[in-house]
């Protein structure tokens, strides 16, 4: 989650989800809070239906912007290694439950074993080192998160609600102005 200290504009109050982390590769993640103004079905016909509200595409971050990531919670009592989801339809992150989903295929092929999906264009990356980098200067806070902050229906407030449900002198950070030097 960035810091009101973050002063880079396209993490400006942003709250990102880790899909991958590595020492040697880096890091990737996808922004939570900025959804867009197209549908999903614009772009993935037949998508939309499975997407959670808003059923809108969702910026991922700067990197990438002309490809997409599917993120999506696996029902319950559907295991990975289930049929549809076990043939490279879904890779787990983190617990497993949530994970990326291959767009490629038919959105009646995953449906099943799909409970909540977000399509993000673009990503956020770094490279080696850089984020540790940026975590070391106070820019970005870790935090836990919920299965609900990625797939909420009111994405505009994600950021503040994170902080606010920390308590203690992090939840102070949701009522900071938006441009730290106006204080």
Known sequence: MATPALEDPNFHHTVLVMLAFSATDGALAVVLNRPNE?????????WGDLASAPSSLFVGGP??????????ERRDGVAQSDGYLARDGFAGVADGRLGTLD???????MAPGVARL??????SGWGPGQLEGELAAGG?????GTDDDVFTSEPEDLWKRVLRRQGGRI??????????SMN
Do not use: C, K
């Open 118 to 123: 977000r399509i993000f264009t673009g990503h």
């Open 63 to 72: 990197v990438g912007r002309d490809s997409l990531i599917g993120l999506a």
């Open 38 to 46: 197209v549908p999903v079905d614009a772009i993935l016909p037949g």
């Open 103 to 109: 767009l490629h295929r038919q959105p009646y092929e």
């Open 171 to 180: 939840a102070m950070y949701a009522n900071a102005p938006p441009n730290l």
């Open 140 to 144: 970005w806070l870790v935090l836990p």
